[in-house]
């Protein structure tokens, strides 16, 4: 017989309301990555198409860890997929489902069906299996498990084979799978064979654990990539076995890079943290993913509000969609554009710091917050934005990068000391009074604004670009935009 492993302590669920095939008044929807990895793109739009479905029709969105590949499986990578779907603003119902602490429930449904008929013990060798598989290769057939020990009596076992539990699949008919995107599949029984339920030592296979939590957690709707559809048909054949209710399948198709390949690091499936690196909002990210796959006529921008109004299974594509660093940054653009200063300088505060070097103490927080309206219109990303602001952070004397130290060059410093010398006495630091005063010496002197203009943005920001000058200006104060200028002077000497 099969040895019982010892599995940890079970995550138990209210399974009347599963207990018939009643189908529940209200959908229950699910996301459940392994963490073998960190939560990459493709995840992330699965997740969040689960989420609005539940949202829109008033169900439920679980998260489930599928953590039973010890091996590949760490804390790490689980606490990185909770972070990001936290970053994402996708949160879910109930407590997070971790399918290891589960095994001894699947074990359990598979030693019953194994008692009731609906599978058996299978004692071939791992030599058998080899050779088998071989020979099947060598004649051109597909390769599967034959059944061998599918009606043959255990008393014929050898002593020295730990069996596994498979499936007393159907071998005859059809699957169809009634797929919400793909339409119907249908999958000759003949090409499935009898999968493990139970492995050697026990232990529960994916396919059998994930049928199971479905079951126990009360979902009703599958919504995931579509690498999973074979797995679907596999999956019915136990689910029918057990007598338990199919739910409602939705396949989405892949995210392809923009050239049409298979996504890959290089075109963008990096790990939801990345962007948040980069300087994504999670808002406009979750825009983006939407339109990756869905749509709402030609609506591009789609706040969640909206989202939520009109996500339906209907508006799936089933072509594959292609991802685009370009869209998605014009997307952020508008979304920090459109948002108030405050949440786009909290956002970004992190950033900030970071290139900074240094923390934003109270008074460089608000300098930032009131620069905010021109350093959002120049940037496309969180991070744009974040270089951009350092010089309100930094103190002084600043830093001048090679751009600044070209303005400066030739007549730069001797128009800064004559801009100097006019703003000393303004009698009024405001960014229309200064930008008047400094046109009308300009226009006195026959000079262009920009010879002025650009020493002093270098003296003030340490770049060669910036924010509207004269808005800078009022934002540092008169103190502080003096000091600059005569830190600029002074490293002169």
Known sequence: MIEEPAFPQIQEF??????????????????APSPTGYLHIGGARTALFNWLFAKHTGGTFRLRIEDTDRARSTPEATEAIIDGMKWLGLDWDGEVVHQF???DRHAA??????????AYYCYASPKELEDMRAAQKAAGKPIRYDGRWRDRDPKDAPADVKPVVRLKARQDGETIIRDRVQGDVVVK????????????????????????????????????????????????????????PVPVYAHIPLIHGPDGAKLSKRHGALAVD????????????????????????????????????????DGVGRSPSRFDFKKLDNLNGHYMRHSADAHVLD????????AAGMPVDAAA?????????????????????????????????????????????????????????LLAGAAEWKAAALEAMLREAADKTGAKLGTLAQPLRAALSGQGTSPPIFEVMEILG????????????????
């Open 101 to 103: 602490a589960r095994m």
């Open 189 to 244: 029984n003949e090409q499935l064979d009898d999968m493990i339920l139970l492995r050697a030592d026990g232990t529960p296979t994916y396919m059998l654990s994930v049928v199971v939590d479905d079951y126990d957690m009360g979902v009703t709707h599958v919504i995931r990539g579509d690498d999973h559809l074979n797995n679907a048909a596999r999956q019915m054949q136990l689910i029918e076995k057990l007598g338990w």
């Open 109 to 118: 449904v598979a030693l019953d069906l194994l008692a009731k008929g609906g």
């Open 14 to 31: 209210d399974r009347s309301a599963r207990m018939s095939n009643a189908t529940p008044s209200k959908p229950v929807c699910r996301f």
């Open 347 to 354: 956002a970004a505060l992190p950033l900030i710091e970071k």
């Open 365 to 421: 927080r608000a300098r930032l917050l009131a620069g905010m309206g021109g350093l959002k219109a120049r940037a496309k990303t969180l991070l744009e934005l974040a270089n951009a602001a350092v010089f309100y952070v930094k103190r002084r004397p600043i830093a001048l990068d090679d751009a600044a130290k070209k303005l400066l060059s030739g007549d730069g410093m001797a128009n800064l000391k004559t801009v100097a010398g």
């Open 478 to 493: 008169r103190d502080e935009a003096l000091g600059r200028i005569s830190d600029a002077l002074e490293g002169a000497k």
């Open 274 to 313: 990345a962007y948040r690196d980069m300087g994504y909002l999670p808002e406009a990210m979750r825009n983006y993913l939407l339109r990756l796959g869905w749509g709402h006529g030609d609506d591009e921008i789609i706040p969640t509000d909206k989202a939520i109004e009109w996500f339906d299974l």
